[in-house]
């Protein structure tokens, strides 16, 4: 004996299907419709089309470009379980964190960073962290990040705060510099990037920052000895101040 199929819509007519169908392609997969309709998968998927949808653009009956503007909107700035939430609150669906992982991939999200050399500090800006609001959410490199922490600044005030010591990290950048010294020959050799100069000098970029430092801050690594500086600041602070320029004139 054949057991009942459960919530089967038997006996509907071609419209009452359609209808059916067209409401519900959202909340129920292909599979679960043609279930309740006794009907086959394929029939369905031809009348989604037949109406101009197709299955391949949806993930559980929302656009996948729908999914993937929030995650380009959002991509460096949270977690996937934060981005899972995003999603259900936008879009009201339920993505699994697999999901979230998958798609993701696929579309280019990328995490928050929070390692690395590249990390980045996040701030909300109204302070309050459960404000995930795209305009909400202030990142900045850890080096500009770290002078903000603990200082409990909202709003402008915080806005302002991050401008002015990215101006700040900005002119350090433009004005620092890399020397090398050869212990033996006392050649110098000085270049913008720490990068650069081990290439030229021929020691390895991370023996800078794993070697002993000295009182003064330079590191001994292959017969060089290498520091940063900004000597540069005053030099070009003296070349565009009025005493200066009295004296060349």
């Known amino acids: 004996m054949l057991k009942p199929k459960l919530y089967s819509l038997v006996f509907v007519s071609p419209e009452d299907r359609k209808e059916f169908i067209l409401k519900n392609f959202t909340k129920l997969s292909g599979r679960e419709m043609a ?55 936008r879009l009201d669906i339920d993505l699994s964190y697999a999901s979230i992982k998958l798609w993701g991939r696929r579309f280019g999200f990328k995490t928050i960073n929070q390692k690395g050399k590249d990390a980045e500090t996040r701030f909300f800006i109204d302070g309050n962290k459960d404000n995930l609001a795209v305009d909400n959410i202030l990142m900045l490199p850890r080096n500009i990040g770290c002078h903000l922490l603990g200082r409990n600044l909202t709003g402008d005030n915080l806005l302002a705060m991050a401008k002015a010591l990215e101006l700040q990290r900005l002119t350090y950048d433009l004005l620092e510099s890399w020397i090398a010294v050869n212990i033996e020959t006392g050649a110098k050799v000085e270049t913008k990037t720490l990068k650069e100069l081990s290439e030229i000098c021929g020691f390895t970029y991370s023996n800078v920052h794993s070697n002993k430092k000295d009182f003064d801050r330079s590191v001994v690594t292959k017969g060089w000895i290498v520091s940063k500086q900004f000597g540069n600041l005053e030099e070009k602070a003296n070349e565009k101040s009025p005493a200066a320029t009295k004296q060349q004139d």
């Open 35 to 89: 279930r309740r309709l006794d009907i086959s998968s394929s029939i369905v998927s031809v009348i989604l089309r037949e109406n101009g949808i197709y299955a391949d653009d949806y993930i559980n009956g929302v656009k996948k470009s729908d999914i993937k503007k929030i995650m380009d909107e959002y991509s460096g700035k949270v977690t996937k379980v934060e981005l899972m939430k995003i999603i259900k609150d």
